[in-house]
């Protein structure tokens, strides 16, 4: 197992913890970066449990990423957005 503050030194996926405005909850945002010309029509994104995989398909061929959610998310409130900025955000709430 592996501590919070471990946890938020992922660099692939970029996790920071934002004030969620109430006591003992977190926001979890995470920023992975895609390719350039990935669309959310060649993304498919999968909840396993705990484990989050993005699968994608690019000029290079298949690619994904995996991630494990910390083990105090609100997983049914998980957000995926892609923006222009290059990255898939995340962002779920978590009990700290």
Request: aromatic content about 8%; hydrophobic content about 35%.
């Amino acid at each position: 197992m592996f501590t919070l503050e471990q946890f938020l030194q992922n660099t692939t996926w970029n996790p920071t913890l934002e004030d969620a405005g109430e006591a003992g909850k977190k926001i979890l945002h995470m920023r992975l970066q895609v390719k350039p010309g990935t669309t959310a029509n060649n993304m498919d994104i999968k909840l396993n449990g705990h484990d989050l995989r993005i699968n994608f398909e690019n000029k290079a061929g298949p690619e994904f990423k995996q991630v494990t959610i910390w083990p105090t998310a609100e997983l049914d409130k998980l957000k995926t957005e892609l923006k222009n900025d290059g990255y898939l955000h995340i962002t779920v709430p978590i009990k700290v």
